[in-house]
């Protein structure tokens, strides 16, 4: 069962999360003397990026990645990187390192091999790892009816990184694999707004995993710590 941690509002929230991923950040750094850390996009994590920006971490041995990214430029307001580089990678946590899921190939398919090159420069497994979740039950970019859901979802599968196309996923989109992100050594989800706890609920509930992808990591057996805030 994951642990839930309610806060009154998104400032308690994100301080609360800052301080789980700077402990986890900082534990990695101690004894590797690097960490890699994968952030969501989409409209729930500012607040908690301009948290995180402002602690005190050792972010010259700091890398950024995404868990998951729109196939857009950065100047396109879809874009998660734009996201992390307006919100996160300022102040003290300018000196991180940001390794981006998008390239100027034209698909994610044609910028696949790019992108999974890029990524070898951070250090795996990653220190943590910060989901978000959807209204239809997604998280990073397993959609319901995603064409390459269920080799993302995988527990055995071997690639890290996929292409992802779905009916509700707006533009195609790339994505790190449920192995890659649950070998994180921590986890956490990131939920605000009432309308989200039904979500929650449903996805806690019974039934597939490919009609609400959440439920993947929700079933996972492995520590998992769920922030939410109305
Ligand atoms: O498209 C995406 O959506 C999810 C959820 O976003 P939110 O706007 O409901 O917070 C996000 O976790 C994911 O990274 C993003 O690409």
């Known amino acids: 069962m994951p642990g839930m941690h309610e806060f009154k509002d998104g400032t308690e929230l994100a301080r609360a999360l ?7 950040l900082a534990a990695r750094v101690t004894r590797d003397g690097m960490a890699s850390l994968a952030v969501s996009g989409g409209r729930t994590p500012t607040r908690f990026f301009e948290e995180l ?3 005190d ?3 010259e041995k700091i890398a950024v990645t995404l868990v998951d990214e729109r196939w857009v430029r950065e100047t396109s307001d879809r874009s998660n ?4 580089r307006e919100h996160l990678l300022k102040g003290k946590a300018a000196a991180a390192k940001f390794i981006a899921l998008a390239n100027d190939a034209p698909t994610p398919e044609d910028g696949l091999f790019a992108v999974n090159e890029a990524l070898e420069e951070l250090s795996w497994p990653l220190a943590c790892v910060v989901l978000g979740m959807g209204d239809d039950g997604h ?9 390459h859901l269920e080799e993302a979802l995988d527990p ?3 690639l890290g990184l996929l292409p992802m196309r779905a009916p509700n996923a707006g533009e195609p989109r790339i994505t790190l694999t449920l192995p890659v992100l649950l070998a994180a050594d ?14 929650l609920e449903a996805a806690l509930g019974e039934g597939a995993e490919t ?7 929700l079933r996972a057996s492995r520590p998992l710590d769920i922030f939410w805030c109305p």
């Open 211 to 217: 009609e609400m992808p959440i439920r993947a990591v």
């Open 18 to 24: 800052a301080d789980f991923v700077g402990a986890a």
């Open 186 to 199: 921590a986890l956490a989800l990131h939920i605000e707004g009432a309308a989200k706890l039904p979500v």
């Open 53 to 55: 920006s402002t602690r």
């Open 81 to 84: 990187a734009r996201l992390v």
């Open 156 to 158: 055995k599968g071997m």
């Open 57 to 59: 971490l050792p972010w």
């Open 139 to 147: 998280t990073a970019s397993f959609f319901p009816g995603g064409d």
